[in-house]
């Protein structure tokens, strides 16, 4: 069963940063799609940025466009989402999840069969 386990949440200030990863584990051989997502208080969850295992192609919500960063590490199978000047509007749990795909990769949350447990940002002064 594929493991993942999300680490890097906190309180932050408006306009500040944080970096979240994600490390997987009992990855079978194979293409996959990692992505990073949210969900806010009565709010549907969202795909924030996802990555490809195969090409490293990157997929960006718009409204991270500019400021969030995704990047990946095959190695040693982590993912990391740089997060910059943070709104409270980013205020979610945020969550790592992963797709086995050959083809071009979704940012769907409904395409994503393994999740870790999340993690909370939280954007307030």
């Known amino acids: 069963q594929v493991q993942l386990v999300e680490s890097g949440g906190g309180l932050v200030q408006p306009g500040g940063s944080l970096r979240l990863s994600c490390a997987a584990s009992?990855?079978?051989?194979?293409?996959?799609?990692i992505g990073w997502f949210r969900q806010a208080p009565g709010k549907e969850r969202e795909g924030v940025s996802c990555?490809?295992?195969?090409?490293?192609?990157?997929v960006y919500a718009d409204s991270v466009k500019g400021r969030f960063t995704i990047s990946r590490d095959n190695a040693k199978n982590t993912v990391n989402l740089q997060m910059n000047t943070l709104t409270p509007e980013d205020t979610a749990v945020y969550y790592c999840?992963?797709?086995?795909?050959?083809?071009?990769?979704?940012?769907?949350?409904?395409?994503?069969?393994?999740w870790g447990q999340g993690t909370q940002v939280t954007v307030s002064s």
């Open positions: 990555i490809s295992s195969s090409d490293g192609s990157t």
């Open positions: 009992r990855l079978a051989t194979g293409y996959y799609a």
């Open positions: 999840a992963t797709y086995y795909t050959t083809v071009q990769i979704s940012c769907d949350p409904l395409m994503y069969d393994y």
